[in-house]
């Protein structure tokens, strides 16, 4: 079936000489014959063969071969997606039902459930940390200038362009000392500290937090976040129980059977793909040993109840089966098992009665392991799986072991922890840095405290601070209107530079906000709103990059193909963000700047004032 499915892509024939009607239904047959819940291998190529006929413009033919596929696989879920965009236009009804049931399959499979955790917890890792160090760089750039003023009045550079130059070389000097991004960060929101407000100190004590609980929680979040694969006992034994017999499969689980021979899982497995691969045998040996290990489980028992039911020994499967419906009344497995061995014994009556308790029990799951073997009706047995809290307190134990060695399989993580050092030294080494260059920060900056200029916002200093009618000139500045007697020739004279440096600003600030949505509210100082838009725009770009999983599924094979009408919807939505966060900073910028006219007019209103009373009075 693998080789079939190859052939349907590498040669120009149809898939139809592929994947024939009468090829699907042989291979159905053999599935259900062995008892197979998924048929992995056949279900992808049926679907790479329907993906080959959808770029071919045959539409029925990719649903025909695409239904194939789920029924090969039911918890496959791409199947169900490329349904509904196939017939989204013509036939909605049917796309909605395809969406429904492909989101019911991620939810209910437990590697799907797996696939789904280490993606957010991937996604939550990754985009809010570089959120916060695009926010931190925002707030830097902010108040840059005044450290590098500070710089070189320490200096005594003068307003060289050189000494500026100097002074601009040192204040970006960390930046080439290789510490790491967030050290870097930390070290920059240090010296700046003199000139935060209470949001930006919001947004730094933000990072330092995340920075610690990255670098503390990176053993225990890694194993869970990286990528899902057969390493993992928990998705071996599910995958185990969910195929057919695999050699491979059957090897792997014998070896952790002998580092870990207390786990019943194991050989429950074992013995339930030696079933699947007719080694009765085998198959009694080990689902006895798993019952000794976990006695009186019902998924146990019923899987030993299967071998006897294969051997056509029904006395002794009605036993077991009654002995699993008696350990767990509410198991849907024993009783619809017990309605086929009562079949098979003419006991019609019985029969009824335990297909009825099975249907009361779980009609959802009867209706569709009925569907999917009524050719081999009274010949196909329900085989139970372990439930998935086993799985889960495996993988807990599992994961325990493994620590920071799942990083290798997600490049994502990898990244975001490769940021900075790794713990413990980063829980000592970024908030004594941040500390250190603060109180460097403080004393330099209160020693020497900067303001803008109150025309063209150039940093000035108490050293070569102008001041005129209570405003704090630079230089340039002050010597255009030391020597004015009127306000109004002041205005005049000053109008030209204000709005020149008020639309510099403001074209820069809208450049850099086209580039990154939220970097202009930062320079402006909307820390808070700045930081979200940012996030929100990182979180888009984070889907639409890696064509919405950050960490691959263990159960989907790559498919050679560009994706984009995959990635159409993402994209779409990457823009529509995109928009909005731009059309929300357009909307509340201005490039009015109150300079001295402004104050020039409150002062003209103030004087009107008593006039207008004592013409009053």
């Known amino acids: ?109 437990y590697a799907w459930q797996r696939h789904l955790l280490a993606n957010v917890l991937t996604g939550i890792a990754v985009i809010w940390t570089i959120g916060l160090l695009l926010a931190i760089a925002g707030i830097t750039l902010r108040h840059l200038p005044h450290l590098i003023h500070i710089l070189q009045e320490t200096f005594h550079a003068g307003a060289s362009s050189a000494g500026r130059l100097g002074a601009v070389a040192i204040a970006l000097a960390p930046c080439a000392w290789g510490l790491g991004a967030i050290p870097t960060a930390g070290l920059y929101a240090g010296l700046i500290s003199f000139r935060l407000g209470k949001r930006e100190w919001f947004l730094v004590l933000v990072l330092l937090a995340s920075s610690l609980a990255l670098a503390g929680g990176m053993p225990v ?26 050699s491979d499969l059957a090897a792997a689980l014998h070896a952790w059977k002998e580092v870990d021979p207390d786990e019943g899982l194991y050989a429950f497995a074992l013995g339930t793909q030696a079933r699947r691969g007719g080694d009765l045998d085998l198959a009694e040996r080990e689902l006895t040993r798993a019952a000794v290990l976990r006695p009186r489980n019902a998924w146990i028992l ?39 061995v009562y079949t098979k014994q003419l006991l019609f009556s019985e029969a009824t009665r335990e297909q009825a308790k099975a249907t009361g029990l779980a009609f959802d799951r009867v209706r569709d392991f009925s569907r999917w073997s009524t050719p081999q009706l009274n010949r196909t047995v329900m085989d139970a799986t372990a439930p998935y809290e086993e799985l889960w307190t495996l993988a807990r134990r599992h994961s325990a072991k493994q620590g920071l060695a799942a990083l290798e399989g997600n490049r994502w993580l990898s990244f ?176 009015r700047e109150t300079g001295l006219t402004g104050n020039a007019a409150r002062s003209a209103s103030r004087s009107s004032e008593p006039r207008a009373r004592s013409r009053q009075g």
């Not at 009804?93 to 395809?98: F, P, T």
């Not at 005129?468 to 205005?491: G, I, N, P």
């Open 1 to 109: 079936m693998v080789l079939l499915a190859f052939t349907a892509i590498l040669t120009p024939r149809s898939a139809q000489a592929a994947w024939s009607s009468d090829e699907i239904r042989l291979a159905l047959d053999h599935k259900w014959d062995s008892g197979i819940t998924r048929d992995l291998p056949s279900a992808q190529g049926c679907y790479r063969a329907a993906l080959t006929a959808a770029d071919r413009g045959q539409k029925a033919e990719a649903l025909r071969l695409l239904e194939a596929a789920s029924q090969f696989d039911p918890f496959f879920p791409d199947a169900h997606f490329t349904v509904a965009r196939l017939v989204l236009l013509d036939d909605p009804g049917r796309a909605v039902s395809a969406w429904s049931e492909a989101f019911r399959i991620l939810g209910r499979g």
């Open 221 to 246: 979040l890694a194993p869970w976040a990286g990528a899902p694969s057969l390493e993992d006992p928990s998705l071996l034994v599910d995958r185990a129980l969910n195929s057919g017999y695999d």
């Open 302 to 340: 019923t899987n030993l109840g299967n071998v006897y039911f294969a051997r056509e020994d029904f006395d002794h499967a009605r036993q077991w089966y009654e002995t699993a419906a008696a350990a767990n009344p509410s198991a849907v497995e024993p009783h619809y098992n017990l309605a086929q």
């Open 416 to 591: 975001a922890a490769a940021l900075q050092p790794r713990a413990p030294f980063a829980l000592v080494f970024v908030p004594a840095l941040f500390l250190i260059f603060a109180a460097v920060g403080q004393v330099a900056g209160r020693s020497l405290s900067t303001i803008p200029c109150s025309n063209c916002h150039k940093i000035v200093c108490r050293r070569c601070v102008r001041r005129m009618q209570q405003r704090a000139f630079c230089e340039d500045c002050f010597h255009s209107v030391k020597d004015l007697k009127s306000t109004e020739f002041t205005r005049l004279l000053l109008t030209k530079r204000d709005r020149t440096s008020a639309r510099r600003r403001t074209m820069g600030q809208a450049i850099l906000t086209v580039l990154l949505p939220g970097a202009g509210q930062m320079l402006r100082g909307a820390a808070l709103s700045g930081f979200v838009a940012i996030l929100v725009m990182v979180a888009a770009a984070m889907l639409v990059i890696p064509n919405g999983a950050l960490v691959p599924s263990l159960d989907v094979l790559p498919i050679p193909s560009a994706g984009w009408m995959k990635r159409l919807p993402l994209l779409i939505l990457f823009l529509l963000i995109y928009a909005i966060t731009v059309a929300r900073y357009f909307a509340t910028t201005t490039s």
